[in-house]
């Protein structure tokens, strides 16, 4: 059964780093595009960024809006994907969801930038 | 980047009524692999997105055979033969034919 479980969110202020993680289990992690997707509150689902499989050298994409300060990373020994997100905006609080798109998903971690 | 028009943005629906979402796409979403790469999300109040719906007709594992989904190119639809009190939630287009992902805005789905 595939499974993706999200961590790492919380509250930081603005300017601030987080990074999320999500485990993933139940397939072959190296053969898929994994990514990130968020969705503020009351609002609807934006792409944040994607990692390629480990045929194409797990390279990134990412929204316009996260370029330059998020960075999306795999560990293959332990089937995780990450998402480090610095330079913080109020604008980036939403819950965070890690997934296996279009099929799977995790249950998303809540990430609030505020002061 | 491909913009995803989903119409309506509300569909008040009765209990064993039908139901029909349209979404559209800025371009054609036909892949040079040959597939079209169009999915159709529900997500019910307070869950994540869950899949129905993969390249425009395939119903995902566990999915009610009520759900279809057609179209082609730029224009797509998701049926529900006959809408039942869980289905109610908010519906999404997705193209994963090209990056950057994009979604349609959403069809909030309730019971009249």
């Known amino acids: 059964e595939v499974q993706l479980v999200e961590s790492g969110g919380g509250l930081v202020q603005p300017g601030g780093s987080l990074r999320l993680s999500c485990a993933a289990s139940g397939f072959t992690f190296s053969d898929h595009y994994m990514g990130w997707v968020r969705q503020a509150p009351g609002k609807g689902l934006e792409w944040v960024g994607h990692?390629?499989?480990?045929?194409?050298?797990?390279?990134?994409e990412y929204a316009a809006s996260v370029k330059g300060r998020f960075t999306i990373s795999r560990d293959e020994s332990n089937n995780s994907l990450y998402l480090q997100m610095n330079s913080l905006k109020t604008e980036d609080t939403a819950v965070y969801y890690c997934?296996?798109?279009?099929?799977?998903w995790g249950q998303g971690t809540l990430v609030t930038v505020s002061s | 980047d491909i913009v995803m028009t989903q119409t309506p943005l509300s569909s008040p629906v009765t209990l064993g009524q039908p139901a029909s979402i349209s979404c559209r796409s800025s371009?054609?979403?036909?892949?040079?692999?040959?597939?079209?790469?169009l999915s159709w999300l529900q997500q019910r109040p307070g869950q994540p997105p869950r899949l129905l719906i993969y390249k425009i007709s395939n119903r995902f594992s566990g999915v009610p055979d009520r759900f279809s989904g057609s179209g082609a190119g730029t224009d797509f639809t998701l049926k529900i033969s006959r809408v039942e009190a869980e289905d109610v939630g908010v519906y999404y287009c997705?193209?994963?034919?090209?990056?950057?992902?994009?979604f349609g805005q959403g069809t909030k789905l309730e019971i009249k």
């Open positions: 990692s390629r499989n480990k045929a194409n050298s797990y390279t990134t």
């Open positions: 997705m193209q994963t034919t090209q990056f950057p992902l994009t």
């Open positions: 997934g296996r798109m279009p099929h799977y």
């Open positions: 371009q054609s979403l036909a892949h040079s692999d040959g597939n079209t790469y």
